[in-house]
């Protein structure tokens, strides 16, 4: 019996030379094939970098060229398989000679299945993608104008960059198979050129707006939320339309540390302004950035430089983050408890289930999500939950706090049901911090 090495996940994995000799001319290789009868299958072998790290460079590559004979074994006389560059293998297939859904499946089933070399098995989790011959996106820009006709060369280029789309698709989507004309190239091209921007604004083009935080019983401000916002030509971007590009990118951690020391830096001003050391700010962040291992000692240093005491540092994550005790997420958030930071649980879900984590974490604050504290009035069943999760946080000693108010005949629905504090824009929009005077007011 064979030795097992399952890779399981979809790690990226680190570019490799082509290997010699491969055949990566596209061009050559679809030359016989008909243009409007030529599809390509774009495959990308993760998890080979794994490989190559566990058992050396020499498995690494010898599980690539394993997995190109077997595809290649598999494929036979319906296509051609060659390496098109250093990270996906390309199959040129004919598909009025093939059936191009037989052969896709086959794939698949193939590449479910380990890979032996030397009498050892691994498993390499791999991505497809398909681009048909009519699958090319019209937005893409390889494509010749209309009226052009398509050359072979260009045709095979055209399909293979769809086709890599694809791929890239189906890993940012956690699939394993998707299909070009469910991608646009025009999409992926601002994305990139998203990054790119993105990069060049920390610090310069970032600014924070802040929301604040009252009590329910007194309408009092006690605190703000700071929420990033990005001016491009004199727009202001909210977050969603960049945040993704950011996580996908790992810019979200030196955007997220700019974000963090502005806010404390923020708060130190308004803290002496209002003479209220109580004053505190609630700042957002993400999975990538708690598990950068030197976080807890960036606000320890930022907070140390600005007088700011950590209990007036509201630490906000997802509930997802909190899921799991022995991660490295968890392990920055209980390191950032001990700082003495506040760790608010943002958009906490339902019921028990939700709560049940704060058990096991150094939560002090929730953040009721939004969509039950505006439905709660009409709906028993939400009512229900939320008296259940203000209940069950007073018991465990955690405020409750009331995101998405709008209107006053919510506050006395939140007073009634046990809400401490609330969040909404009755009690005000984010505003750029000139804008706040003074910093600490009734409603």
């Not at 606000?299 to 997802?320: F, N, Y």
């Not at 958030?333 to 649980?345: K, M, P, R, S, Y």
Request: proline share 5%; glycine share 8%; aromatic share 4%.
């Amino acid at each position: 019996m064979s030795a097992q090495h399952g890779v399981p996940g979809s790690s990226e994995s680190v570019p490799t030379p082509v290997d010699p000799g491969a055949d990566t001319d596209l061009q050559r290789s679809a030359v016989s094939i008909p243009d409007e009868h030529l599809a390509v299958v774009a495959i990308r072998m993760e998890a080979a970098d794994r490989i190559a790290a566990a058992f050396g460079p020499g498995a690494g590559s010898a599980v690539r060229g394993a997995t190109m004979t077997a595809l290649a074994e598999l494929v036979g006389d319906r296509g051609a398989v060659l390496r098109a560059t250093p990270d996906h293998v390309a199959i040129l297939v004919d598909s009025s000679a093939a059936d191009l859904d037989d052969l896709v499946k086959a794939l698949s089933r193939r590449l479910a299945t380990t890979i032996d070399v030397d009498d050892v098995s691994y498993f390499v989790q791999t991505h497809i993608g398909v681009a048909l011959p009519g699958d090319v996106p019209l937005d893409h820009p390889a494509s010749p104008p209309a009226g052009v006709e398509a050359t072979g060369s260009r045709r095979a280029d055209d399909l293979m960059q769809a086709a890599i789309a694809a791929v890239h698709s189906a890993f940012t989507r956690g699939a394993h198979l998707a299909y070009a004309s469910e991608v646009s190239i025009a999409g992926l091209q601002r994305e990139v050129e998203l990054a790119a921007e993105l990069a060049t604004a920390v610090g310069e083009a970032f600014t924070l707006h802040y929301q604040p935080i009252v009590t329910v019983d007194g309408l009092e401000v006690v605190g703000y939320e700071s929420l990033l916002r990005w001016t491009v030509d004199n727009r202001v971007r909210l977050p969603g339309t960049f945040l993704d590009a950011a996580e996908e990118t790992s810019l979200i951690v030196p955007i997220g540390r700019w974000g963090v020391g502005e806010a404390i830096r923020q708060l130190a001003q308004w803290q002496t302004e209002s003479g209220n050391p109580g004053l505190f700010m609630s700042v957002n962040f993400s999975s990538q950035q708690l598990f950068d291992r030197d976080l807890a000692a960036h606000i320890s240093a930022t907070l140390a430089q600005h007088s700011v005491a950590g209990e007036t540092l509201w630490i906000e994550v997802t509930e997802r983050d909190m899921i799991t005790t022995d991660s490295p997420a968890s392990a920055t958030i209980h390191e950032l408890a001990a700082l003495g930071c506040v760790i608010c649980v943002d958009d906490l879900g339902t019921g028990y289930a939700a709560l049940r984590y704060m058990v096991d974490h150094p939560i002090s604050v929730a953040k009721i999500d939004r969509s039950l504290v505006a439905d709660m009035g009409d709906d028993p069943t939400k009512r229900s939950i939320v008296e259940t999760v203000c209940r069950l946080s007073d018991e465990l000693g955690i405020v409750s706090v009331a995101e998405g108010v709008e209107d006053r005949a919510q506050v006395a629905l939140l007073r009634e049901v046990g809400f401490t504090h609330a969040q909404g824009y009755l009690f005000g929009r984010p505003q750029p911090a000139p804008s706040i005077t003074p910093p600490v007011a009734r409603i």
